[in-house]
């Protein structure tokens, strides 16, 4: 995400070498997503360059390989997953969570796939999944807590309710009407270190109305002695850096022993004049 075009030159100094990019990330939010390990497992020199480029209490939730979640389905996966894990090594504690987002068919039927890989993950890392079966937010939703539960792993919500609550009105926007599940909200921490994902409009005003059930979620954790994570997006994503700090702010504003996000790198270069 570090790369988005967008925020390049407009909220990211540009040009930037790729030795620089997270660097200049990092000085809007404490967290990312890494969404880009799902294609292909980065190389260890990759990931030493990442973790060169952030401090020690920056949050990776790491997407597993579709080779392990998808192809796979959990199972047979050991050798991928030890290449995986061997990878993302170098983060140290900056690895937060294995995020392992399951297709919209692994189901109720799978679970005993799932249990039995997180059984099998290393007890340094801690798992975070995210499911899109919608049996899972019915009938089955207690049997999947259970296997979370036993396993100390999170559930990720992946909240799309404001983005499907009227039509879509930009190009971005209906292209994620076609893309994303439509789930209910989901909003129970299972852990100390729960994981949200939340998806407004490219309307900066909808996606802010639309956070407030979070904002006071995510104050109500905090207040539990919980450490949340949270990740804003927008169909187009031009505006998540501002929105994710504007979101951090209305938290703080409830519960200000919480730490101020670092001061962003301006965009343009510095000059004297």
């Not at 294609?39 to 579709?66: H, I, N």
């Not at 050798?79 to 090594?89: G, K, P, R, V």
Request: aromatic share 10%; net charge negative; proline share 10%.
């Amino acid at each position: 995400m570090w790369t988005h075009a967008p925020w390049q030159g407009r909220l990211l100094p540009h040009p930037l070498p790729p030795g620089e990019r997270l660097r200049a990330y990092a000085t809007w939010c404490n967290a990312v997503e890494g969404n880009t390990t799902f294609y292909a497992t980065p190389t260890r020199s990759t990931v030493e360059s990442w973790a060169r480029q952030t401090d020690p209490d920056f949050r990776f939730v790491v997407k597993l390989p579709k080779t392990i979640t998808h192809e796979r389905r959990l199972a047979g996966a050991d050798e991928e997953l030890h290449a995986f894990l061997d990878a993302i090594e170098p983060l140290g504690p900056r690895a937060h969570a294995l995020w392992v987002q399951l297709p919209g068919s692994f189901g109720p039927g799978d679970l005993g796939s799932l249990a039995g890989f997180l059984r099998r993950v290393p007890g340094a890392y801690r798992c975070a999944v995210e499911v899109r079966h919608r049996a899972f937010f019915d009938d089955a939703e207690g049997l999947l807590e259970r296997v979370l539960v036993d396993a100390g792993a999170e559930w990720v919500p992946f909240d799309t309710t404001v983005l499907f609550r009227s039509p879509p009105t930009s190009d971005a926007e209906r292209e994620a009407w076609t893309r994303k599940p439509r789930l209910p909200r989901r909003s129970s921490a299972l852990t100390d270190r729960p994981i949200v994902r939340y998806i407004g409009r490219d309307s900066a005003e909808r996606t802010v109305e639309g956070w407030g059930f979070w904002v006071e979620t995510v104050t109500g954790w905090l207040r539990e002695g919980r450490s949340p994570t949270v990740f804003v997006h927008t169909p187009d994503n031009a505006d998540a850096l501002t929105l994710a700090r504007r979101f951090h702010d209305e938290v703080r504003a409830r519960v200000p022993e919480v730490d101020p996000l670092p001061e962003p790198l301006p965009a343009e270069p510095l000059t004297l004049f």
